[in-house]
C-alpha cells in the first residue's frame, strides 16, 4: 500500500503546538506577516498522518464502552520484542527486561533517581536536547557538559579526552547519552559507543540512553543499540524507547525502557511507581501495538524514503544559499542544526534579529540556545516536500538574500 506524505494536514484547532504555538508558554514566536501561512519546522513531531492501523487499533477498543484498570496486554511485549529485533537486530529481550515509563524524559528521572543523589554531576554531551536539560535541573542535578566536535569531514564526534578529564574532575557516575543524537543528527558508528562504554566502564559511570530516534536513521547508517556492544554495556546501560518520533504519536504519551540488570531494573522500576501516576494509557497500548503492525514497517520504510529526499534537498539548499551557515549533513532524526555564527557576524545581525525575521515570514523554527548552542537553529523536517521548499524559498527571499 502506498502511503499518503504530500498532503498537507490542517492541524489548526486541534491541540498541535506545531501550529498554534501560543497553546504553551514553553516559546514564543515573532506574530506572522499578513499573507504568509505558518509552516511548523520547530517542535519534534511530524507533520504526515500516522499509519491507519494505529487509528483503527484505538478505534476498535473504544468501541467497548469499558474503560477500567487494566494490565498490559501480550501483544503489547510481543510488538516490542519483534520491533527491536528486525530494526535493531536485539537478541535476547523478554518481558521481563521491558518497563513502562510515561515518557523519555519521565524514565531518565527516574533512572537517575536511582543512580545519583540531588546535587551530583551528570555528563551530557553538547548541543543538549533542551528536555534532557530541563528534568535534570528542575529534578536538582548539576549538567557538566561534553562538547561535540566537527571534524574536517564536518562529522559530529565525541572528545573523549574532553569527557574522561571531566568525568575525573566532577566525580561523575551517571550519564546521558542520545543516540542518535539529537539535536545535531548523529548515528554513532560501533567503535564511538565501544569507546565511550570503556570510559564510563572505566570510571564506573552508568549509562541513561535515549534511543527514541533509532527507528529513522537515513541512508548509508546503521542504529548500534548502546546494549549491544559489549556485556558490560548490557549491564551498565539503561536504554528509552518510545513509538512517538516513529509514528507520530507524542501526544498519546507512552515510552518503555530496557534493562537487563535485574538490580538496576528492580530499583528503577520502584522509584518509578513511586508518583503512583507512571502508569501505562489504554489507549497508548493499543497505538503502539497498532504501530508495530507489519503495515507500520512499511509505512516507516515509506517515510524513510521522504524524510532521505528532505533532508538532502535541505542540506544541498543551505549548502549552495546560505553563505555563512554551516551544518552538518544528518545521519539520522528529521531535524537540521544550522550553525549560523558566521552569517551573523558578516551582516551584523544577532541570531534574535534571524529567528525573528523567519518566524514573520511563517517558517517556524527554533532557538537553538536552549540546546547549549549560542548562534544555531534547530529546523524540523518532517513535512510535506512541498512545504519544505516553500520554506527555504522563503528564507531565500526574504531572510538571507542581502542586496
Known amino acids: 500500500m502506498q502511503y499518503d506524505f504530500t498532503s498537507i494536514i490542517d492541524r489548526h484547532g486541534k491541540d498541535s503546538i506545531a501550529v498554534d504555538p501560543e497553546m504553551t508558554n514553553f516559546v514564543s514566536f515573532a506574530a506572522t506577516k499578513?499573507?504568509?501561512?505558518?509552516?511548523?519546522?520547530?517542535?519534534?513531531?511530524?507533520?504526515?498522518?500516522?499509519?491507519?492501523?494505529?487509528?483503527?487499533?484505538?478505534?476498535?477498543?473504544?468501541?467497548?464502552?469499558?474503560?477500567?484498570?487494566?494490565?498490559?496486554?501480550?501483544?503489547?511485549?510481543?510488538?516490542?520484542?519483534?520491533?527491536?529485533?528486525?530494526?535493531?537486530?536485539?537478541?535476547?529481550?523478554?518481558?521481563?527486561?521491558?518497563?513502562?515509563?510515561?515518557?523519555?524524559?519521565?524514565?531518565?528521572v527516574s533512572a537517575l533517581n536511582v543512580l545519583c543523589s540531588k546535587g551530583d554531576h551528570v555528563l551530557l554531551h553538547s548541543p543538549t536536547y533542551v528536555g534532557f536539560t530541563g528534568c535534570i535541573t528542575n529534578n536538582g542535578w548539576e549538567i557538566v557538559h561534553s562538547p561535540l566536535k566537527l571534524d574536517d569531514q564536518g562529522i559530529w564526534r565525541m572528545d573523549f579526552e574532553d569527557m574522561e578529564k571531566k568525568i575525573v574532575e566532577y566525580k561523575i557516575h551517571a550519564t546521558v547519552f542520545c543516540s542518535p543524537h539529537n539535536p545535531c543528527g548523529?548515528?554513532?558508528?560501533?567503535?564511538?559507543?565501544?569507546?565511550?562504554?570503556?570510559?564510563?566502564?572505566?570510571?564506573?559511570?552508568?549509562v541513561v540512553d535515549d534511543e527514541i530516534w533509532s527507528d529513522l536513521i537515513l541512508n548509508g547508517h546503521r542504529h548500534i543499540p548502546t546494549q549491544s556492544v559489549s556485556e558490560d554495556a548490557r549491564n551498565r546501560t539503561v536504554s528509552l524507547y518510545a513509538p512517538s518520533k516513529t509514528?507520530?504519536?507524542?501526544?498519546?504519551?507512552?515510552?518503555?525502557?530496557?534493562?537487563?540488570?535485574?538490580?538496576?531494573?528492580d530499583r528503577i522500576d520502584k522509584e518509578s511507581s513511586l508518583s503512583h501516576y507512571?502508569?501505562?494509557?489504554?489507549?497508548?497500548?493499543?497505538?503502539?501495538?497498532?504501530?508495530?503492525?507489519?503495515?507500520?514497517?512499511?509505512?516507516?520504510?515509506?517515510?524513510?524514503?521522504?524524510?532521505?529526499?528532505?533532508?538532502?534537498?535541505?542540506?544541498?539548499?543551505?549548502?549552495?544559499?546560505?553563505?555563512?551557515?554551516?551544518?552538518?549533513?544528518?545521519?539520522?532524526?528529521?531535524?537540521?542544526?544550522?550553525?549560523?555564527?558566521?552569517?551573523?557576524?558578516?551582516?551584523?545581525?544577532?541570531?534574535?534579529?534571524l529567528l525573528r525575521a523567519g518566524q514573520e515570514v511563517g517558517v517556524l523554527w527554533q532557538d537553538g540556545r536552549m540546546f547549549q548552542a549560542p548562534c544555531a537553529i534547530r529546523m524540523n523536517l518532517a513535512l510535506p516536500k512541498s512545504l519544505v521548499v516553500e520554506a527555504f524559498d522563503r528564507l531565500e527571499q526574504y531572510v538571507f538574500h542581502i542586496s
Open 278 to 353: 507512571n502508569e501505562m494509557n489504554l489507549l497508548s497500548m493499543y497505538a503502539l501495538i497498532g504501530a508495530y503492525q507489519p503495515e507500520g514497517y512499511e509505512w516507516l520504510k515509506q517515510l524513510m524514503c521522504v524524510l532521505n529526499e528532505n533532508v538532502e534537498y535541505a542540506y544541498q539548499f543551505v549548502k549552495t544559499h546560505f553563505q555563512g551557515v554551516e551544518l552538518a549533513r544528518p545521519q539520522g532524526t528529521y531535524m537540521l542544526f544550522l550553525d549560523c555564527t558566521e552569517w551573523c557576524r558578516k551582516q551584523g545581525k544577532t541570531i534574535d534579529d
Open 34 to 108: 499578513p499573507g504568509f501561512s505558518r509552516i511548523p519546522m520547530w517542535v519534534a513531531d511530524m507533520n504526515f498522518a500516522t499509519v491507519p492501523t494505529v487509528q483503527k487499533a484505538i478505534i476498535d477498543r473504544a468501541e467497548h464502552p469499558a474503560f477500567g484498570y487494566f494490565a498490559p496486554r501480550e501483544e503489547y511485549y510481543r510488538a516490542i520484542i519483534e520491533w527491536q529485533e528486525r530494526h535493531n537486530g536485539v537478541k535476547g529481550l523478554t518481558k521481563e527486561h521491558i518497563g513502562y515509563e510515561n515518557g523519555v524524559l519521565g524514565g531518565v
Open 247 to 265: 509514528f507520530n504519536l507524542a501526544g498519546l504519551v507512552g515510552s518503555y525502557h530496557i534493562i537487563y540488570n535485574q538490580y538496576l531494573r
Open 186 to 206: 548523529r548515528v554513532w558508528e560501533r567503535w564511538e559507543i565501544e569507546r565511550a562504554m570503556e570510559l564510563f566502564q572505566k570510571y564506573d559511570v552508568y
